[in-house]
């Protein structure tokens, strides 16, 4: 088995403010992603990474800068956080890209803009 | 391009009746099917998948069938419990964009008493 670690747990900002999250897996996953979840709402995609060198936009990834620093670890950079801004931030990691591969969620970031 | 489509976003069951969630997808490429179920304040976790046309997948009670003909994959329950409260999510892994699963908006299934 294997965990993903997301920090920080909870992140307030101000507006205009430049704010960076973390995910760690140590499932040895090829590939990880970065979901937007708006309260109760569905993911959304913002940045993944099919393998160690490789960076790819998801469907919302405007506003938002990513890194894959290694195969462990996937950033996500909010580039200028919106005021009153509320959502939860969703890493998840698979072993490969592609066919039945499952994908496995961290706990998220909850981020808050005042 | 691939998409899924959750027509309900909210529903409330009484306990010990059936459930059925709707799931239909569009992809042109062979699909790979997905149920994600999300408890209050918990990550999404797998709760079943398929890509075998007409073969019934379960877990935990739940089921579904991947139906290609007509491009759906509905999870069932014969009898639903207050645990199975949670945010239900379809997702679809096509051929068109490596890697990326594309997520149905989700239904909330609130069970009561």
């Known amino acids: 088995g294997g965990i993903i670690t997301q920090t920080p747990k909870f992140l307030i900002g101000q507006e205009g403010q430049k704010l960076t999250l973390k995910c760690q897996q140590n499932?040895?996953?090829?590939?990880m992603y970065w979901y937007r979840q708006d309260s109760g709402k569905g993911l959304r995609l913002i940045y993944y990474s099919i393998t160690e060198n490789d960076l790819q936009k998801g469907d919302l990834s405007e506003g938002y800068d990513a890194s894959r620093e290694k195969k462990s670890s996937f950033s996500l950079t909010v580039t200028s956080a919106q005021k009153n801004e509320m959502a939860v931030f969703l890493c998840a990691s698979s072993i490969r890209a592609g066919g039945y591969a499952e994908q496995f969620f961290g706990p998220g970031t909850r981020l808050t803009v005042l | 391009g691939d998409s899924v489509t959750q027509t309900e976003g909210l529903v409330t069951l009484t306990k010990g009746l059936p459930v059925m969630l709707n799931c239909t997808y569009q992809t042109t490429y062979s699909p790979f099917l997905f149920w994600y179920v999300q408890h209050l304040n918990e990550a999404p976790k797998l709760l079943l998948k398929?890509?075998?046309?007409?073969k019934r997948t379960e877990h935990q009670g739940f089921y579904a069938t991947l139906h290609k003909s007509s491009s759906s994959f509905h999870l069932q329950k014969s009898s639903v419990q207050l645990s199975d409260s949670a945010l239900y999510f379809c997702?679809?892994?096509?051929?068109?964009?490596?890697?990326?699963?594309?997520f149905g908006a989700g239904t909330q299934l609130i069970v009561i008493p």
């Open positions: 398929s890509s075998t046309d007409n």
């Open positions: 997702a679809l892994r096509g051929g068109s964009a490596l890697g990326r699963l594309h």
């Open positions: 499932f040895n996953h090829d590939t």
